[in-house]
T-cell receptor, first 115, second 107 residues
Framework: DGGITQSPKYLFRKEGQNVTLSCEQNLNHDAMYWYRQDPGQGLRLIYYSQIVNDFQKGDIAEGYSVSREKKESFPLTVTSAQKNPTAFYLC??????????????FGDGTRLSIL | GESVGLHLPTLSVQEGDNSIINCAYSNSASDYFIWYKQESGKGPQFIIDIRSNMDKRQGQRVTVLLNKTVKHLSLQIAATQPGDSAVYFCTPSKIIFGSGTRLSIRP
């Protein structure tokens, strides 16, 4: 059954620590995305990637880093530079057409909290 | 910049009634719109989409209407059920998501 898997579901970060959130998809999608969602808010784009070994910053990339070494995987690292990391993090993927307009498939998120 | 906003942050509907969720967008060049449903603690799930060359599109119990003149969309859910309780987002792109409308169902 194809889909997107995010892990872990819950994650706790200590002060000064970097943590990495995993996102894997087996949908053969070219594009992958990371969003941050704060309580009662919409989704804000952190980073996205349309092809292996290439990625672009979204609206709130500061304090985050990503890599795209494989088509299936797009891990997000929340660095110690991100001073307010507590949020719900969502990963998504989509196909790319000529118009780039296709719906996204989302994972079930990782909830990150500060210890 | 481009923006999208849902008209009401919360909507309460009697079970069995029809629900209408409205959405306005700012960019008249937007040519594709998607509605997502997000249940508590989960990722958004695709409901229905519509392209700008259409005024209406129907799915199972859902209908989306697009009025390009006033840059407005609506999502209609027929015979609302308890399982429809969620936050609903409309988006014209993969970058812009508004804060959504929370749909609550009264028994």
């Amino acid at each position: 059954d194809g889909g997107i898997t995010q892990s872990p579901k819950y994650l706790f970060r200590k002060e000064g620590q970097n943590v990495t959130l995993s996102c894997e998809q087996n949908l053969n999608h070219d594009a992958m995305y990371w969003y941050r969602q704060d309580p009662g808010q919409g989704l804000r784009l952190i980073y996205y990637s349309q092809i292996v070994n290439d990625f672009q910053k979204g609206d709130i990339a500061e304090g985050y880093s990503v890599s795209r070494e494989k088509k299936e995987s797009f891990p997000l690292t929340v660095t110690s530079a991100q001073k307010n990391p507590t949020a719900f993090y969502l990963c998504a993927s989509s196909t790319l057409t000529g118009s780039s307009n296709q719906p996204q498939h989302f994972g079930d998120g990782t909830r990150l909290s500060i210890l | 910049g481009e923006s999208v906003g849902l008209h009401l942050p919360t909507l309460s509907v009697q079970e069995g009634d029809n629900s209408i969720i409205n959405c306005a967008y700012s960019n008249s060049a937007s040519d594709y719109f998607i509605w997502y449903k997000q249940e508590s603690g989960k990722g958004p799930q695709f409901i229905i989409d519509i392209r700008s060359n259409m005024d209406k599109r129907q799915g199972q119990r859902v209908t989306v209407l697009l009025n390009k003149t006033v840059k407005h969309l609506s999502l209609q859910i027929a015979a609302t059920q308890p399982g429809d309780s969620a936050v609903y987002f409309c988006t014209p792109s993969k970058i812009i998501f508004g804060s959504g409308t929370r749909l609550s169902i009264r028994p």
